[in-house]
Structures are given as C-alpha cells and as structure tokens.
C-alpha cells in the first residue's frame, strides 16, 4: 500500500540544522496510508534529535528529490522523479508546506533553434574576446577529471547557502554510477590563461534508453545496450560551476553557449537538452532561462513538518 525511507544527511545538518529526510515515498490514495509512512519517518528522525522532517529526498540532496508538482503529463528524464498529483494533497493533509520550489527546463533543436543559436553566439564572443580554451573530458584522466570537477564545484558553490557541499567521495560514487552514460562529449571545461575555471557535465538521458526496453532490462539488454545508447537523442544537465575570482567575465555565458549546443544537435546524435532542478533563488540560471522565455517543463517542490516533542 506505501513505502517511505527515513535518513540524516550529516552535511545537510550541519549547514541547514536538525533536519531529517524521507524519501522514496509511494502510496496508495488514502490520508490514513500516508499518514502512517509520515509518522513513521518523523519518529525515526526525531528519536536521532531531529527537529523538522523534509522531503521528499534519496539519502543526501544530490540525488533526485522533489515532489511533482506540475508537469503531469510530461516525460521524466533521468533523475527526475514522477508522482501522481494527489499526492499533493496527501503530504497538505499531513501538514506539510513547501519549504522551496524547483523548475526543470527542455529545449529541442527542432523547436527552440533560434534562441538556442543566440546562446551559441553570445559563448562564443566571449571565449574570441578572452581568449578563452574550451574542452571535453579526457577519459584517460579519469580520475583527475573527476578531481577537477570537485574543485570546481566546490568553489563555485562555496557561499550557496541552498546546496550541501558535496564531499569527493559522493561525487565518486555518483559519477562512477553514470560513467556509461558519461559522453566526453557532453562535459565540458573552460581555462583562462590554462587553468580550469568552469565546467558543465551533462549526461546522455538513460530513461531513453530504459523507454525503448519498456521498462525491461532482461538478460539482453547489456548486449543490446551499445546499439540503444546511440539512440538516445536527448542529454540531461547535470552539474555547472564557475569559480567565483572570474565572476563577471562571462563564463557562464559560454557553458551556456555549449549546452546550448547540444539542444541544436553540433553533438550528434543529440538533439535536445532537459536541465535537472533549477532552485526559485539560483537567479543565475534562471537568468539565462528567461534569455529563451522558456517555460518550466516540470515543476517539484520540497515539503517540510515541524516535529513535536
């Protein structure tokens, strides 16, 4: 009838105070249901001196999170979660408030080509006036990559009260989990004078890949995954930062120039881009969203409770 997981994220605890997760969270259309999986994540996460329970979020924040708020009849990519719209109204009538709001973007070559373009053209002004180097990840460097991407992530994001730091073992973890769908192609970094002062990673979208097996991954799939993997048209944004001392000098305009690129397919056989969550305060990205007057393709929301003694 439900499911739910409960957790403490130590670094999430340590920046935003003594907040539990759920997650995972499935239910049947009855509050009684709901109730009972809510109750049952807020005690074990006040019997381990949590004071609020927020949600829903896998075990730490860089993992998918989010409750569907609209967007219903679209596609997930990868990493975006899905949940039917009562939901909404059972986390109301448990007494959950959204505590912050995020949006997902899509943009497709053959219906977003000129404002695309202009993102292509503004990057590549700047990389001619700053003489700037851009290039892909190097797979024979795998792990320094992977280095070079922490270092930068963690500058970039070092005064964003809105995001945990992220230690370079879960960026291990995680990139390590995605490697197959990792085209070198999609990552991206940027040097000033030959040092590395921004990068975007983007994924080829492995629900694609799920979608054309039906949801079944059978004994044959890791024999016909090389052949579906060519088929994915679609890549998912998953990570950008710039280093704060070059603010203002227009990196960000050439990362998004690049992923610009992907959404008009200069990287084959991509011909679109979805974005993960972009946070209602990360003015920056959505700065460069209202240069397309994109809309939200999906809309997610995180709900918290205050816990009682």
């Not at 990389?127 to 792990?143: F, N, Y």
């Not at 694609?208 to 060519?230: D, M, N, Q, S």
């Amino acid at each position: 009838m439900g499911r739910i997981s409960a957790s403490v994220d130590p670094a999430h605890v340590e920046r935003f105070g003594r907040h539990g997760y759920f997650g995972w969270f499935e239910s049947v259309d009855d509050p009684e249901v709901a109730d009972a999986l809510l109750d049952a994540a807020g005690t074990w996460v006040r019997e381990r001196d949590m004071v609020r329970l927020t949600g829903p979020h896998s075990y730490c924040s860089t993992q998918e999170f989010g409750l569907l708020t609209g967007g219903f009849d679209s596609r997930p990519a990868a990493f975006q979660s899905h949940n039917p719209p009562y939901y909404l109204d059972l986390l109301s009538a448990a007494g959950f408030t959204p505590d912050f709001r995020t949006d997902t973007f899509s943009y497709f070559a053959d219906r977003d080509a000129d404002q695309l373009a202009r993102l292509v053209r503004r990057g590549a002004a700047v990389v001619d006036q700053q003489g700037l180097r851009v290039r892909s990840l190097e797979p024979a460097r795998w792990e320094r990559e992977i280095d070079l991407i922490h270092d930068l992530l963690s500058a970039s994001f070092a005064t964003n009260h809105d995001m945990v730091p992220m230690s370079r073992a879960v960026l291990g973890f995680q990139t390590d989990e995605i490697r197959p769908f990792l085209d070198p192609r999609l990552v991206r970094f940027v040097e000033l004078d030959g040092e590395p002062v921004g990068f975007s990673m983007l994924m080829a979208d492995a629900n694609e890949v799920l979608a054309a097996t039906h949801g079944r991954a059978g004994p044959g799939f890791l024999i016909r995954y090389p052949w579906l993997k060519r088929r994915v048209g679609a890549a998912l944004v998953l990570l950008i930062g710039v280093r704060p001392e070059v603010a203002g000098r227009g990196i960000g305009r050439v990362l998004a120039g690049e992923i610009a690129r992907v959404g008009l397919g200069e990287v084959p056989p991509y011909r679109a881009v979805h974005t993960t969550w972009v946070h209602e305060h990360n003015w920056q990205s959505r700065a460069y969203m209202g240069l397309t007057d994109a809309s939200p393709a999906r809309s997610y929301a995180i709900y918290g409770k205050a816990l009682t003694p």
